[in-house]
Structure formats: structure tokens, C-alpha cells
């Protein structure tokens, strides 16, 4: 997933997770679910992006999110608040 700071300040500390829609079903290794904060600043125009490996151990259907968190800074020192960013559900259909 990408995040691309389209705004007019600084965002920082971006925390990208993948948001299952229902009860994960048994066809995914959820080990790879974990979220993942990068520890940065992203000024006007600069993108960042996290990649997540999912498993499938059967065929089936999986739908998920996309989510984003990230601190939005409004100079120096402050003040500062925290955003969110999410996709549209995105299916995944896996085949024999």
C-alpha cells in the first residue's frame, strides 16, 4: 500500500494494517497481518509504502481494508493531530 502525502504540511510516523472485513477465514497464514509503523516524516509530495505478504493455504474469498494512521504537523514545534487514511474493500479471490 502507498501513501502519498498530497497536502500542504508535514505527516509523520505512518502505521499502515490491513483490516479484515469479517472472521478471517482458514484459507490465510495471518502471520503477516502484523502492522507496520515507519518511522519517518513525509513532507508535501513525498510517498511512502508498506508491502504485506499474505499466504493463502486454500482456495477461497477474503475480503480486506487498507489503512493508514499517521501524525499531521502543523509547524514547528506544533501543533499536531493524528489522521487516517483507508482504500475501498478490496477482494482477494484465490483458485485451485
Known amino acids: 500500500m502507498t501513501l502519498i502525502n498530497d497536502g500542504c504540511a508535514n505527516i509523520g510516523l505512518p502505521r499502515y494494517s490491513l ?11 495471518l502471520s503477516g497481518l502484523e502492522p507496520q509503523t515507519h518511522y519517518l516524516g513525509l513532507s508535501p509530495g513525498q510517498s511512502d509504502q508498506a508491502i504485506f505478504i499474505i499466504v493463502a493455504e486454500q482456495s477461497g474469498r477474503i ?26 474493500r478490496i477482494t482477494i479471490k484465490v483458485r485451485p
Open 19 to 29: 483490516l479484515i472485513a469479517e472472521n478471517p477465514p482458514a484459507l490465510l497464514e
Open 63 to 88: 475480503d480486506l481494508t487498507a489503512n493508514t494512521s499517521f501524525e499531521v504537523h502543523l509547524g514547528y514545534p506544533g501543533p499536531a493531530y493524528w489522521a487516517t487514511a483507508s482504500s475501498e
